[in-house]
Nanobody, 127 residues
Framework: QVRLTESGGGAAQSGESLRLSCVAS????????MAWFRQAPGKEREWVAT????????YYHASVKGRFTISTDNPKSTVYLQMDTLKPEDTAMYYC????????????????????WGQGTQVTVSS
């Protein structure tokens, strides 16, 4: 089992920045990917970014590429999402997720591809 805890959400004005953090605990040695998703009211959960914990590969949704950066200082235990040039459409609950080794469900870009989830942290961007 892996426990994920997000922090760092809050309110921002359009154009400002926020940094989200996700701390993993438990059986973290089995984690191969860490990701961020978001879900706005009335919408489906949307993939934002993914990091491969065994190397430096990162992947981004087109809507955030160039504005958001996923990073880590300890790949299997902590991941960050630096969000720059925020827009009102970035308003959502942001969730951290992890995919363990040999997890055969879904893919890297869908919620089904991740076994463990945090409780979420709210980001609200006003214009």
């Amino acid at each position: 089992q892996v426990r994920l805890t997000e922090s760092g959400g809050g309110a921002a004005q359009s154009g400002e920045s926020l940094r989200l953090s996700c701390v993993a605990s438990g059986s973290i040695s089995y984690i191969t990917y860490m990701a961020w998703f978001r879900q706005a009211p009335g919408k489906e959960r949307e993939w934002v970014a993914t990091m491969w914990t065994e190397g430096s590969a990162t992947y981004y949704h087109a809507s955030v590429k160039g504005r958001f950066t996923i990073s880590t200082d300890n790949p299997k235990s902590t991941v960050y999402l630096q969000m720059d040039t925020l827009k009102p459409e970035d308003t959502a609950m942001y969730y951290c997720a992890s995919r363990p080794v040999n997890y055969g469900k879904g893919d890297l870009y869908s919620p089904m591809g991740y076994a463990y989830w945090g409780q979420g942290t709210q980001v609200t961007v006003s214009s």
